[in-house]
């Protein structure tokens, strides 16, 4: 008997354990808004705007490269992909480097990557970056970087959730770029050790200040290089929530040409192909004030939206072999 009744409460005690730990793995899992069984299908913007606000706060003090603000903005992004259970590339999911900067001095700074396999073409490889870093404290100011680019960061660790969620047709590899304010530093060493042959690379999709504009406006540049690509933008443009313009991607726009402005210019000088989404610059570019209560959520979810839209519409066309 006493069996039974201990049979029968070990099992009432065991059961119950067991339901608490599945309570807490499915909170856990609903923390990390993965779920097995259920396919995920929209950004989580909540998460989106936490992240940017968690990047741009003046505690990270504007995340220069080299210093332990950046490194702590790092440990966001690698905690998150290892929450995500994104596998790494390498050994770790930091690739670290080092560089001289105009000071002469040597500085330390690390690309965070992971990927998700290609259901279809797991040897072919999308990669999306966008940089971590900003311009730090300046004259005692926290430059906090919020547009630039704690949005695109943010956007780059949602589009992992949402792709672990969604496996693509092709493998998408997630790369934050360290030292983009410092000459591309990031960027320079990512392409001179790609981790898979160059011709593997279908493009690049880099985002760098995507979270305001006055004129709802988002820009692509890349078409005027990469005209392929534009049918997949046209095709989301009756979808998008915001005005997806294309252009400063001609040499003769001189200053407005946005090709080598940012990361995705490093790729394209090694003709890999890009595509850049970013906004024109506002009236806080490189200012103290490009702070999280200067974006415009609403645009920037959006935005968002619609890149999501565009690498769905480009990794459906190349689907096969
Ligand atoms: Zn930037």
């Not at 929450?83 to 390498?90: A, H, N, T």
């Amino acid at each position: 008997m006493k069996n039974r009744n201990y049979r029968s409460n070990f099992l009432v005690g065991f059961l119950a354990v067991v339901l608490a730990f599945s309570l807490d793995v499915n909170s856990q899992k609903a923390k990390t808004g993965i779920d097995d069984g259920q396919k995920a299908s929209a950004i989580n913007s909540e998460q989106l705007l936490k992240d940017v606000k968690y990047l741009s706060s003046d505690q990270l003090r504007g995340r220069e490269a080299g210093t332990p603000d950046s490194r702590i903005a790092r440990q966001h992004i690698l905690e998150r992909f290892l929450e995500l259970r994104l596998p790494s590339i390498g050994r770790t999911h930091l690739q670290e480097f080092t560089f001289t900067a105009r000071n002469k001095k040597t500085v330390e700074a690390a690309n965070v990557i992971g990927f998700v396999k290609g259901a279809k073409n797991p040897k072919r490889y999308i990669v999306i970056t966008a940089h971590y870093d900003h311009v730090g404290v300046r004259r005692g100011e926290i430059y906090n970087g919020a547009d630039d680019n704690a949005s695109g960061t943010a956007a780059l660790m949602a589009f992992a959730k949402y792709f672990k969620n969604n496996p693509p047709n092709n493998t998408i590899l997630f790369v934050a770029l360290d030292a983009e304010e410092k000459g591309l530093q990031g960027a320079r060493f990512f392409v001179d050790n790609l981790p898979m042959k160059q011709e593997s690379i279908l493009l690049n999709i880099n985002m760098d200040m995507i979270s305001r504009s006055d004129k709802n406006e988002l820009y692509t540049a890349g078409l005027y290089h990469y005209p392929k690509f534009k049918p997949h933008l046209d095709a989301i443009q009756n979808k998008a929530k915001i005005k997806l313009l294309y252009g400063h991607d001609r040499p003769e726009l001189k200053g407005n040409d946005w090709t080598f402005q940012s990361d995705h210019g490093v790729f394209h000088r090694r003709k890999i192909p890009f595509l850049y989404f970013g906004v024109e610059d506002h009236k806080d570019y490189h200012k103290p004030s490009d702070v999280f209560e200067n974006i415009q959520p609403k645009f920037y979810v959006n935005a968002v939206e619609t890149i999501l839209m565009a690498i769905k519409e480009i990794d459906e066309h190349y689907q096969k072999q």
